[in-house]
């Protein structure tokens, strides 16, 4: 998962999820729920492609 500070790092050059990892649970929470309650098959399918994350494949 990629999580950036676009205050303090306009450019993208520093990966904070591993001092933020409530963040990025946050996030999946919120997606799934907006998706209905379950991860959508679409991105079960796309498990290991690039781009998409792996917190969204259950």
Same mark, same amino acid.
């Given at each position: 998962? %990629?999580?950036?500070?676009?205050? @303090?790092?306009?450019?993208?050059?520093?990966?904070?999820?591993?001092?933020?990892?409530?963040?990025?649970?946050?996030?999946?929470? %919120?997606?799934?729920?907006? @998706?209905?309650?379950?991860?959508?098959?679409?991105?079960?399918? %796309?498990?290991?492609?690039?781009?998409?994350?792996? %917190?969204?494949?259950?």
């Amino acid at each position: 998962p %990629l999580l950036y500070d676009l205050e @303090a790092d306009p450019k993208l050059k520093k990966n904070i999820v591993k001092e933020h990892p409530h963040i990025c649970e946050r996030m999946k929470d %919120l997606a799934i729920s907006d @998706a209905g309650g379950k991860v959508p098959e679409v991105l079960k399918k %796309l498990k290991g492609e690039p781009g998409c994350t792996p %917190l969204l494949v259950e």
